[in-house]
Nanobody
Framework: QVQLVESGGGLVQAGGSLRLSCAASRTIFWFNTMGWYRQTPGKQRELVATISSGSITNYADAVKGRFTISRDSAKNTVYLQMNGLKPEDTAVYYC?????????WGQGTQVTVSS
C-alpha cells in the first residue's frame, strides 16, 4: 500500500517561510509525477507545484518565484519550500503522487499565514 505523509505545516506571519515535507512509503521514482496541491473551504483543490520523474517542475502562477519543489530520493521525500508567504496562501496542503493514471494523496497539512 502506498502512503504519503506530510509534515511541516503551521502558523507563520506574512513574509515568512515554511518547508513542507512529503515522505513516501516507497521510492519516489515509482511515481511518474509528485506534487503539492492546496485547498481552502468551499473551493476546489488546486495545483501548487509538481516535479516529474525526469525532474521537470511546474508551478502555479500564484506561487512562481516564491515556492520551490524539490526531492531527496535517498529519503523518498519531496519538499515544498515556501518563501514570501501571503495570507492568501493559507490552505490545507496535500502531497500527491501519480502513476499510470492513478492518484495517491496524503492526509494534508494546514498552513496558516497571518497578516
Amino acid at each position: 500500500q502506498v502512503q504519503l505523509v506530510e509534515s511541516g505545516g503551521g502558523l507563520v506571519q506574512a513574509g515568512g517561510s515554511l518547508r513542507l515535507s512529503c515522505a513516501a512509503s516507497r521510492t519516489i521514482f515509482w511515481f511518474n509525477t509528485m506534487g503539492w496541491y492546496r485547498q481552502t473551504p468551499g473551493k476546489q483543490r488546486e495545483l501548487v507545484a509538481t516535479i516529474s520523474s525526469g525532474s521537470i517542475t511546474n508551478y502555479a502562477d500564484a506561487v512562481k518565484g516564491r515556492f520551490t519543489i524539490s526531492r531527496d530520493s535517498a529519503k523518498n521525500t519531496v519538499y515544498l519550500q515556501m518563501n514570501g508567504l501571503k495570507p492568501e496562501d493559507t490552505a490545507v496542503y496535500y502531497c500527491n503522487g501519480q502513476r499510470v493514471g492513478l492518484q495517491y494523496w496524503g492526509q494534508g497539512t494546514q498552513v496558516t499565514v497571518s497578516s
